[in-house]
């Protein structure tokens, strides 16, 4: 998995509009911040949030999940993750992903 590639992927889901083709789930989301902060960080290396930080909670759980992946294993899985998502939409919305996927490709 080439930096360039990871970072490429990085960039287009930050960068998904609110209101575009393509939403990611809850879900989604939680697995590209466990693999983005596994990636970046490497292991958790803080304490879980307390009883009513739900949103830090379940992001912290998400990173506890993928402890131990590698830091280039959680790169490849990040930008699995994008390409995976991509493939849910309906053809309305393929247009958009499709550019994704070319941005991925050329990185």
């Known amino acids: 998995m080439s ?10 889901v930050q960068a998904l509009p609110k209101d575009g083709g393509i939403q990611p789930s809850d879900d989604d989301r939680l697995q590209f911040y466990a693999y983005y902060k596994q990636a970046t960080v490497g292991d958790v290396n803080t304490a879980r949030p307390g009883i009513l930080d739900f949103v830090g909670k379940a992001k912290w759980d998400a990173w506890e999940k993928v402890k131990e992946t590698t830091k280039e294993d959680a790169k490849a899985k ?3 993750k994008l390409l995976e998502v991509r493939l849910r939409y309906d053809p309305d919305a ?12 050329a990185a």
Not at 3 to 11: M, N, Q, R, S, Y
Not at 96 to 104: F, G
Request: hydrophobic share 40%; glycine share 4%; no cysteine.
């Open 3 to 12: 930096e360039a590639k990871f970072d490429k992927a990085v960039a287009i």
């Open 78 to 80: 990040y930008v699995e």
């Open 94 to 105: 393929l247009g958009e992903a499709t550019k994704y996927t070319e941005e991925l490709e």
